[in-house]
């Protein structure tokens, strides 16, 4: 890792979170179910009550050169992590939206957010899985999360369709 530490987003990130999740979904259309014409998360008002819900958390990492007009970094890695609450999948949480900026890959980020979110997930009394869905074209993302222990476990032919191209999603659990 390159030693820039690891947060939770809270309600007063939503407005960053949000510039950050558009440019998810346009470099790397493939590689989420949501489109920046439709995505819910981009949505400051329903972004802003998510990230202050006791039952899921965005870990991020942020540039270290400050952002002028705010004090804040702007955003270099994401990942989610939301516990299901049904009764009969309380044991389970989901982690989406891993995301690293191209810039900043190749450092040990999406090992951090994706750790930070296994060890929130860990935390939560009864959680015993962690589930993720990657797509097949995303190779360096379902290499990392084998090495932290994920096991796939199914394929979803033809799952999301960007620009006439269809791609098998990837299912994955990590028993805790």
Known sequence: MCGT????????????YARFRRRMLLDAP???SASPESDKGLD????????A???QAIFAIEAPAPDAAN????????AGVLRQVSPKFD???TIWGVFVAPDSRRKGLGRAVVGAAIAWARAQPGVDYVDLGASERAEAARRLYESLGFTAW?????ATEVDGRRYDEIHMTLRL
């Open 5 to 16: 530490s690891v947060f939770r987003l809270q309600s007063w990130d939503a407005e960053r």
């Open 30 to 32: 493939w590689a989420f």
């Open 44 to 51: 400051l008002a329903f972004l802003g009550k998510a990230l």
């Open 53 to 55: 819900s006791e039952t």
């Open 71 to 78: 004090g804040q970094g702007e955003l270099v890695a994401a």
């Open 91 to 93: 044991h389970r949480a």
């Open 154 to 158: 199914g394929r979803e032919p033809e």
